[in-house]
């Protein structure tokens, strides 16, 4: 789920960042990964959120990134337990206990 979308209007930002705080208010207690803009990425229990898009995540595992090539994770992994992450550092948040089918909103319905 992408957190921000410079390209929208101020008007139309507001609405979609309120529906995009509804839909996280969802997934606390499930599992999450969350990607930073400086290209780190973190894996835990979603705990809260505010409308800063603050997280609390507990049981916080950072995946460590290849010191020679910056875009490659490796296997190693360190605990970081209980962490509070600030909202504008925030570029991704995925779900990671599965995909949510939706339905199709440009599907046209044709009358038989």
């Known amino acids: 789920m992408c957190i921000r979308?410079?390209?929208?209007?101020?008007?139309?930002?507001?609405?979609?960042?309120?529906?995009?705080?509804?839909?996280?208010?969802?997934?606390?207690?499930?599992?999450?990964?969350?990607?930073?803009?400086?290209?780190?990425?973190?894996?835990?229990?979603?705990?809260?959120l505010d409308n800063n898009l603050n997280l609390i995540i507990d049981e916080c595992v950072e995946h460590i990134r290849d010191a020679a090539d910056p875009y490659t994770l490796t296997k190693e992994t360190r605990t970081l337990g209980f962490v509070i992450v600030r909202g504008s550092l925030i570029m991704s948040i995925l779900n990671k206990d599965g995909m949510e089918e939706i339905s199709n909103p440009f599907k046209v319905e044709e009358d038989s």
Request: charged share 25%; no cysteine.
């Open 5 to 48: 979308d410079r390209s929208r209007n101020v008007k139309n930002d507001a609405y979609a960042y309120k529906e995009t705080v509804q839909k996280l208010q969802g997934l606390i207690g499930k599992s999450i990964e969350v990607k930073f803009l400086g290209g780190r990425t973190v894996a835990g229990v979603l705990q809260s």
